[in-house]
């Protein structure tokens, strides 16, 4: 099983603010295929990155995501007030799929 | 516009067998490129994907490793629903529980609206 380990584990800034959140997985990720998640209060989380590095259709492009092997980025460059969230990693490379244990980004 | 409802009791007592469904519209159960998931979220054990069925030509099942032994997921093609059956549960399968399409290159594309469990006498 793929272990992921999200750093921070909260992120404090202002609106406007640039967020930098890290996904680094125990082993290397098969074909990429790693997501990222924003998950709000009382909410499903949703699909916001897919390939590491592909953002949704409707997903602003503020958000974007790089990396491969072991080690993935996702970047806000600039912090809307709606983005304040938790935001997951997953892997689906292995058909045991893991998610990491999120990043709060909260307001500062 | 494709869409999951979840459907199941919230309050389950320890040692029973609980049971939860995904009704799906805008999609079909039985398609070739998605597969149909179940996943959990607690706060001891963050999201954990429980398993999930697919059809490619016949129908697989795969488990997680934690559940393997008490889980059972299944397809209703003709509802167009697939259904989560968790056996001998005990407080800590008290989660909130979530259907979620799975596509191979994009993973949790659609959830749905999920639904909290509780394990208690």
């Known amino acids: 099983e793929i272990v992921l380990t999200q750093s921070p584990g909260t992120l404090s800034l202002s609106p406007g603010e640039r967020a930098t959140l890290s996904c680094r997985a125990s082993?290397?990720?098969?074909?990429?295929?790693l997501a990222w998640y924003q998950q709000k209060p009382g909410q499903a989380p949703r699909l916001l990155i897919y390939g590491a590095s592909n953002r949704v259709t409707g997903i602003p492009d503020r958000f974007s995501g790089s990396g491969s092997g072991t080690d993935f980025t996702l970047t806000i460059t600039r912090l809307e007030p709606e983005d304040f969230a938790v935001y997951y990693c997953q892997q689906y490379g292995s058909s045991l799929f893991t998610f990491g244990p999120g990043t709060k980004v909260d307001i500062k | 516009q494709v869409q999951l409802l979840q459907s199941g009791p919230g309050l389950v007592k320890p040692s029973q067998i609980f049971s939860l469904t995904c009704a799906i519209s805008g999609d079909s159960v039985s398609s070739n490129s998605a597969a149909w998931n179940w996943i959990r979220q607690s706060p001891s054990r963050g999201l954990e994907w429980l398993g999930r069925t697919f059809f490619r030509s016949k129908w697989y099942t795969e488990y997680a490793v934690s559940v393997k032994s008490r889980i059972t997921i299944s397809s209703d093609t003709s509802k167009s629903q697939f259904s989560l059956q968790l056996n001998s549960v005990t407080p800590e399968d008290t989660a909130v529980y979530y259907c979620?399409?799975?596509?191979?290159?994009?993973?949790?594309?659609?959830w749905g609206q999920g639904t909290l469990v509780t394990v208690s006498s």
């Open positions: 082993q290397s990720v098969s074909s990429s295929y």
């Open positions: 979620a399409r799975g596509l191979t290159t994009t993973g949790f594309d659609l």
